[in-house]
Structures are given as structure tokens and as C-alpha cells.
């Protein structure tokens, strides 16, 4: 099922591209009537949704540090560099044992749990 919904996600993805695309070659010569807007908006859409794809890939795959790579895509996505950074960091491979422990994370704390 996942798999399926990954191909529908990515054909999804380049007809809006596509579209994004047609419309700013209309939108070059001239023709400013209503169907380009609709169309700018899904290139807007596309930009966009591939600016967060590391957060996405780190949500997606449970990533303990999740909020931290979203972060680091708001702020820095925008950087060829940042983009990278999130992205790698999304992808790299977790420690099973980091992954079933809680305590193991690298999440921030507050200090010490109290009892």
C-alpha cells in the first residue's frame, strides 16, 4: 500500500509541475487571464512541498529527531546547503536500540526526571 501511495504521491507531484510549469511559460507571453493563477499556485504547491521534503522523509520514517530537522528546514531550507543538511540527516540510518529506547533519544530535556 505504501508503495502505491508513494507512485500515486509522485505522478501527483509532476502533473502539478507540469502544470506550474505551463503556466509560467503563458503567464512569459503574455496571457494573464484566470487559468494561469490556478496554475502558478500549483508550482507554488510543488516548490514548496519539496523545500519540507526533509521533513517530510523524517516524519515519515519516525525519526527521533523530527522536530529538530524541521527546524533546521524552516530556517536553513531555503540554502542549497541547509536543504542538504536536513536531507541527510533525515535519510541517515537510526540505531535499532535508539529507536526502541525512549531513554536513548536525543531529545531535549528539561534536566533530570524527578520521582
Same mark, same amino acid.
Given at each position: %500500500?505504501?508503495?502505491?501511495?508513494?507512485?500515486?504521491?509522485?505522478?501527483?507531484?509532476?502533473?502539478?509541475?507540469? =502544470?506550474?510549469?505551463?503556466?509560467?511559460?503563458?503567464?512569459?507571453?503574455?496571457?494573464?487571464? =484566470?487559468?494561469?493563477?490556478?496554475?502558478?499556485? =500549483?508550482?507554488?504547491?510543488?516548490?514548496?512541498?519539496?523545500?519540507?521534503?526533509?521533513?517530510?522523509? =523524517?516524519?515519515?520514517?519516525?525519526?527521533?529527531?523530527?522536530?529538530?530537522?524541521?527546524?533546521?528546514?524552516?530556517?536553513?531550507?531555503?540554502?542549497?546547503?541547509?536543504?542538504?543538511?536536513?536531507?541527510?540527516?533525515?535519510?541517515?540510518?537510526?540505531?535499532?536500540?535508539?529507536?526502541?529506547?525512549?531513554? %536513548?533519544?536525543?531529545?531535549?530535556?528539561?534536566?533530570?526526571?524527578?520521582?
Amino acid at each position: %500500500m505504501r508503495s502505491f501511495l508513494s507512485v500515486l504521491s509522485t505522478l501527483l507531484l509532476i502533473a502539478l509541475l507540469a =502544470a506550474g510549469v505551463y503556466a509560467l511559460d503563458l503567464y512569459r507571453h503574455g496571457h494573464n487571464d =484566470a487559468a494561469v493563477w490556478p496554475a502558478l499556485a =500549483a508550482l507554488a504547491a510543488v516548490v514548496l512541498w519539496l523545500t519540507f521534503l526533509p521533513a517530510f522523509i =523524517a516524519s515519515w520514517r519516525e525519526h527521533p529527531n523530527c522536530g529538530a530537522i524541521f527546524l533546521l528546514t524552516l530556517f536553513l531550507g531555503w540554502t542549497l546547503l541547509g536543504w542538504v543538511a536536513a536531507l541527510v540527516w533525515a535519510c541517515i540510518r537510526l540505531r535499532a536500540d535508539a529507536v526502541s529506547n525512549p531513554a %536513548m533519544r536525543s531529545e531535549p530535556s528539561l534536566g533530570p526526571p524527578y520521582y
